[in-house]
Nanobody, 121 residues
Framework: QVNVVESGGGLVHPAGSLRLSCAISGDIFKFLSASWYRQTPGNQREPVATIHADDNKYYQDYVKGRFTISRDNAENMVYLQMNNLSPDDTAVYFC???????????????WGQGTQVTVVS
């Protein structure tokens, strides 16, 4: 059993900041990658940022310079620091991770339940 739980969403004014957390719990043998996705009604879920085990990071163009993805290895936590938020950032944010739970089994891909971020004047 591996659980992925997001937290930290909420309501913020434009130019404000939020820090999202993704707690990955259970027996994790190896962390491979984690991504933050976001989704608005009527649209597909889209990747926002990704962090790999080697610390390589990817950011969607519209969040570069504003969002930072990071990881706490010891506690299997992944964070998304979001600064200078815009109403366009309003969405449900999902944590997606790829982990290996046992040395001899293939990696698993897992989704969290999502956390709502609302940016309003």
């Amino acid at each position: 059993q591996v659980n992925v739980v997001e937290s930290g969403g909420g309501l913020v004014h434009p130019a404000g900041s939020l820090r999202l957390s993704c707690a990955i719990s259970g027996d994790i043998f190896k962390f491979l990658s984690a991504s933050w996705y976001r989704q608005t009604p009527g649209n597909q879920r889209e990747p926002v940022a990704t962090i790999h085990a080697d610390d390589n990071k990817y950011y969607q163009d519209y969040v570069k310079g504003r969002f930072t993805i990071s990881r706490d290895n010891a506690e299997n936590m992944v964070y998304l620091q979001m600064n200078n938020l815009s109403p366009d950032d309003t969405a449900v944010y999902f944590c997606h991770t790829i982990v290996q739970t046992f040395p001899t089994t293939p990696p698993r891909a897992l989704w969290g339940q999502g956390t709502q971020v609302t940016v309003v004047s």
